[in-house]
């Protein structure tokens, strides 16, 4: 009996130590089973990619590290600058706030160009030789009165011979006088050179020319040793007192504006100061290669700041109806293909998150804020490219990567549509990078654009004809947008890349609806096309200088 009670005992002492251990087991292995649920992977060299599993990097294959998500307290949206690194990156905000104006300002882009009604020419008034000439390029200042040139002329010389000989018998023969003294007026002396002759007793071999009004010398037309006869034009003189501003105006426009409306100029020469300038002309023709109606306004230079050829803004506030508008400097957006994007930062700390923004119409240097954000907010308006670096190192949404939280190892497409959606994908990014001035991005954008041809070579597009023919052309631009030294030269290789796009973008279906824009100035006042994924104008040709020069001329993808 007590054989069985001692069993009996080591049976509840084991179920009891039994109950202890799985018990001690089961609450220390929940909380890991939890935690390893939450870890989400990452790598070291690129923070954008997050996973839910541990495995390799997609871009790179290296092992995945944990990610401390959530650690700090932050959304995955948002992330954290340290004082020092706001400080080292000028990194300054705005608050959003309504515009109480109901006002729209609609702005114009166009140059200066010399008043032609303002144009005098120096002819000659008796023919002979260029024996020496003062004035030695296009563009060099004269006064009145300056010395110009001495001609050689056998028939002045032979009239002032006349002259000598009907002078010593004027008091006989006055009728004689007069007609020889007439003759030398009709040639343009003067009553002083004419005394000096008559007192001198002697002929004048080189006969000066000068100059008949003040001004700059726009066209040359004659050299030294130039034989010229009466009446011959020797220079072209512009007095700059007055200039024009010539802009193009497009056609939906074209009932804002009339003669004597003034308008606002400003260039880039002199960036703190505003010129009014008064519209003299409206071209009665329409332009219809470029769509566009020229407009003319004079204005005074009497400090002769303003030079031919300069890029010039205009400006005009439009009356509007209706409410108040949530506005941002223009400097707070950024352009990313199909989205606008702006860096929003929290009032109490140094926290960031990008937010995507629907933008309206754009007034002066603010651009209106449909949605995305409210009254109140601050805005990076200074050093917003640092704070996107920032996001994508510490593997956050930005301007280029939207999802980064959600995103995982990427799954190949095959199909026609996408893989052409990634080519309009990557010129939209080099032609962001020429709006915004920046040589390097667009460079970088190139190439990755060439990585996308090479993707595309790999799949069943390589066996599409109509994209084959435009290949070699594709490939080229980027490559020349990727090599050349300045951004002017970019914008020449983009021109011609655009072109070519334009092409395949009007004969191929894609994912996303598209802009044929146009600017009548772009490529030497040629005109020159691109396509962007917003209806409003941002030129990649001017980038900063001319922003809004251009209109939508054709929506693509509907």
Known sequence: ??????????????????????????????????????????????????????GDCPICG????????????????????????????????????????????????????????????????????????????????????QLLAAVYSSELNNAQQELIAAAKLKEQQPALYDVVKNKLKLWKLSDKQIAAIEASNEIIESFPIYATQSGIVTKKMVNEGDYVKEGSTLLQITNMDSVWASFDLYENHLSKFNVGQEISVKVKSYPNEKFMAVVDYIDPVFNEAK????????????????????????????????????????????????????????????????????????????????????????????????????????????????????????????????????LIGTYLNVKDALVNDDAKVASFQAQNGLQVIEEIAKTHLKHEENYLKYQSDITSGFTGIRDVATIEEQRKHFNRLSNTILVLAQNFAGNQMLYKQFCPMAANDQGAYWISAEEQIRNPYFGASMLQCGEVTEIIYK
Not at 18 to 34: A, C, R
Not at 128 to 138: D, H, K, M, P, T
Request: charged fraction near 20%.
């Open 291 to 422: 769509r566009t109606v020229a407009l003319r306004a004079v204005l005074q230079n009497p400090e002769q700041k303003f030079k031919i050829g300069m890029f010039v803004e205009g400006a005009v506030h439009i009356a509007l109806e209706g409410a108040s508008k949530l506005m941002v400097p223009a400097s707070a957006v950024l352009w990313t293909g199909d989205r606008s994007v702006v860096y929003v930062k929290s009032n109490q700390e140094s926290i960031f998150e990008m937010r995507e923004v629907v933008i309206g119409s754009r007034n002066g240097d603010a651009i209106e804020v449909i949605a995305g954000l409210k009254g109140g907010e601050l805005v990076v308006t200074n050093g917003a490219f640092t704070v996107d670096a920032a996001a994508q190192l510490q593997g956050k949404k930005s301007m280029m990567q939207s999802d980064v939280a959600s995103e995982s190892v990427p799954v190949k497409v095959t199909g026609f549509e996408n893989e052409f959606d990634k």
């Open 1 to 54: 009996m007590k054989k069985y009670s001692l069993y009996i005992v080591f049976i509840i002492v084991g179920l009891g130590l039994g109950w202890l251990l799985f018990s001690d087991s089961h609450n220390e292995t929940t909380p890991h089973t939890t935690e390893a649920a939450d870890t989400k992977w990452t790598c070291s060299m690129h923070p954008q990619i997050v996973q839910p599993d541990a």
């Open 62 to 145: 290296m092992d995945l590290i944990p990610a401390e998500v959530g650690a700090d307290g932050l959304s995955e949206n948002q992330f954290k600058l340290t004082e020092n690194a706001i400080a080292l990156g000028n990194i300054q905000t705005t608050k959003v706030e309504l515009n109480s104006d109901n006002s729209e300002m609609l702005q114009l882009s166009g140059k200066i160009v010399e008043n032609s009604s303002a144009n005098a020419v120096q002819v000659a008034f008796f023919p002979g030789r260029i024996e020496r000439l003062y004035v030695n390029f296009n563009g060099q200042e004269v006064k009145k009165g």
